[in-house]
C-alpha cells in the first residue's frame, strides 16, 4: 500500500463516498422496502430500551476515555467526560463520516488542556481500545453465530487483521514512537497495571449494552433466531459498522446486516430492516447530547429581553 493510497483512504469525502455507495448498492438490489419496514417497525419499547442502555454505555465509554486521558497528562474526570461523550455521539450520528464528533472532542479537549498533540491521542487512545475489545468479542462469538455464515466470518476477521497488520507497517517510525511513549506513560501513572484490565471491563460493557440494543432492534424487526445467534450476529454488525465509510453512521451497518442475515438464511431484507431499527433508535439515543450543545452557565434570554435589544 503506498502513500497515495493511504492518503485517499483517509479523505472524509473518500470515505463519505464509500458509505454512500453501500447504501446506493443495497437499494438498487433490493429496493426501498426494507429500509421503509425498518422505521415502521421502529416502536416506543426499542425507542426507550436504547435510550437506557445508551446512558450506560456512554458512562462506560467515558469512563474509559478518563482513565487513557489520565496516563497521558491530559485528564479529564468521568463527569466531564460523560458530558463531552455524549456530544461526540450525537456529531458522530448527525454528521457526514461518522468521526466528526470524536474529532472535535479531541480538539475541544486538547485546546483545554494546552496539550493539543495528547487531547486528540487520548481519543484516539480511546476509540481504538475500544475496537480491538469489540473484535476480540466478534471473534470469540464465531462459534455461536450460525453454522452457515462462521467461515465467511473467519475470513472476514482475518482480513481486519490483515488490514490492521498493513496499517502497522505504513506507519511512520515517528509515529510509532510517539504511541510506544503513550504506552510507557499510561503504565507509569499510579496504578498503571490497573489501567487496562480497567479499560477492558469498560469497553466490554460498552460492546454489550450496544449488542442489547441490536437485540431489541430485530425483536422489534420481528426477528425470532436464539439470542446466541443474534448477540453474534451484533457483535459482528457492530465492529464492522465501526468502519469509518459512512454517512452518518449508515452503510457498512446496513451492508453487513443484509450480508450476514442472507447467509444465515434469514434474508437480506431482513437485515436492512434491522440495521434501520438499530440506526434509528440509536441516532434518538443521541438526542440528550443537545444538552451539551447549550452553554454552560448561560440562561435563554426572556422575550422582553430580546425586544428590547432586538
Same mark, same amino acid.
Given at each position: 500500500?503506498?502513500?497515495?493510497?493511504?492518503?485517499?483512504?483517509? $479523505?472524509?469525502?473518500? =470515505?463519505?463516498?464509500?458509505?454512500?455507495?453501500?447504501?446506493?448498492?443495497?437499494?438498487?438490489? #433490493? &429496493?426501498?422496502?426494507?429500509?421503509?419496514?425498518?422505521?415502521?417497525?421502529?416502536?416506543?419499547?426499542?425507542?426507550?430500551?436504547? #435510550?437506557?442502555?445508551?446512558?450506560?454505555?456512554?458512562?462506560?465509554?467515558?469512563?474509559?476515555?478518563?482513565? #487513557?486521558?489520565?496516563?497521558?497528562?491530559?485528564? %479529564?474526570?468521568?463527569?466531564?467526560?460523560?458530558?463531552?461523550?455524549? =456530544?461526540?455521539?450525537? *456529531?458522530?450520528?448527525?454528521?457526514?463520516?461518522?468521526?466528526?464528533?470524536? @474529532?472535535?472532542?479531541?480538539?475541544?479537549?486538547?485546546?483545554?488542556?494546552?496539550?493539543?498533540?495528547?487531547?486528540?491521542? $487520548?481519543?484516539?487512545?480511546?476509540?481504538?481500545?475500544?475496537?480491538?475489545?469489540?473484535?476480540?468479542?466478534?471473534?470469540?462469538?464465531?462459534?455461536?453465530?450460525?453454522?452457515?455464515?462462521?467461515?465467511? !466470518?473467519?475470513?472476514? *476477521?482475518?482480513? %481486519?487483521? &490483515?488490514?490492521?497488520?498493513?496499517?502497522?507497517?505504513?506507519?511512520?517510525?515517528?509515529?510509532?514512537?510517539? #504511541?510506544?511513549?503513550?504506552?510507557?506513560?499510561?503504565?507509569?501513572?499510579?496504578?498503571?497495571? =490497573?489501567?487496562?484490565?480497567? !479499560?477492558?471491563?469498560?469497553?466490554?460493557?460498552?460492546?454489550?449494552?450496544?449488542?442489547? !440494543?441490536?437485540?431489541?432492534?430485530?425483536?422489534?424487526?420481528? !426477528?425470532?433466531?436464539?439470542?446466541?445467534? @443474534?448477540?453474534?450476529?451484533?457483535?459482528?454488525?457492530?465492529?464492522?459498522?465501526?468502519?469509518?465509510?459512512?454517512?452518518?453512521?449508515? &452503510?457498512?451497518?446496513?451492508?453487513?446486516?443484509?450480508?450476514?442475515?442472507?447467509?444465515?438464511?434469514?434474508?437480506?431484507?431482513?437485515?436492512?430492516?434491522?440495521?434501520?431499527?438499530?440506526?434509528?433508535?440509536?441516532?434518538?439515543?443521541?438526542?440528550?447530547?443537545? @444538552?451539551?450543545?447549550?452553554?454552560?452557565?448561560?440562561?435563554?434570554?426572556?422575550?422582553?429581553?430580546?425586544?428590547?435589544?432586538?
Amino acid at each position: 500500500m503506498n502513500a497515495g493510497a493511504v492518503d485517499l483512504l483517509a $479523505s472524509p469525502w473518500a =470515505r463519505l463516498l464509500g458509505g454512500a455507495a453501500i447504501l446506493a448498492v443495497l437499494v438498487v438490489q #433490493l &429496493g426501498a422496502d426494507p429500509f421503509v419496514d425498518g422505521v415502521r417497525h421502529t416502536d416506543a419499547t426499542a425507542i426507550l430500551v436504547a #435510550l437506557v442502555v445508551t446512558a450506560g454505555t456512554t458512562w462506560c465509554c467515558a469512563w474509559r476515555w478518563s482513565l #487513557l486521558s489520565k496516563g497521558l497528562d491530559v485528564a %479529564v474526570p468521568v463527569r466531564t467526560a460523560y458530558r463531552l461523550y455524549y =456530544r461526540s455521539q450525537l *456529531l458522530n450520528a448527525t454528521l457526514p463520516g461518522g468521526v466528526l464528533g470524536d @474529532l472535535h472532542r479531541g480538539l475541544d479537549h486538547g485546546r483545554t488542556t494546552g496539550a493539543l498533540g495528547r487531547g486528540l491521542r $487520548s481519543v484516539v487512545w480511546d476509540r481504538a481500545a475500544g475496537q480491538v475489545v469489540q473484535a476480540g468479542l466478534a471473534a470469540a462469538a464465531v462459534l455461536l453465530l450460525p453454522a452457515a455464515v462462521r467461515a465467511d !466470518v473467519g475470513w472476514l *476477521l482475518l482480513a %481486519v487483521l &490483515g488490514v490492521v497488520l498493513v496499517a502497522a507497517v505504513v506507519v511512520p517510525p515517528r509515529v510509532r514512537r510517539v #504511541l510506544a511513549a503513550d504506552l510507557r506513560a499510561v503504565h507509569g501513572v499510579r496504578g498503571g497495571w =490497573r489501567v487496562w484490565p480497567r !479499560v477492558v471491563l469498560a469497553s466490554v460493557l460498552a460492546a454489550l449494552g450496544h449488542a442489547v !440494543v441490536f437485540v431489541v432492534a430485530a425483536r422489534s424487526a420481528g !426477528v425470532t433466531i436464539s439470542l446466541a445467534h @443474534l448477540v453474534a450476529l451484533a457483535l459482528v454488525v457492530l465492529l464492522v459498522s465501526a468502519l469509518p465509510l459512512n454517512v452518518a453512521g449508515w &452503510g457498512p451497518r446496513e451492508g453487513a446486516t443484509a450480508w450476514l442475515f442472507a447467509a444465515a438464511g434469514l434474508g437480506a431484507a431482513t437485515g436492512i430492516s434491522v440495521a434501520v431499527v438499530y440506526g434509528v433508535v440509536s441516532l434518538l439515543a443521541t438526542l440528550p447530547g443537545l @444538552l451539551t450543545l447549550v452553554p454552560r452557565g448561560v440562561r435563554a434570554p426572556e422575550p422582553a429581553e430580546v425586544v428590547a435589544h432586538g
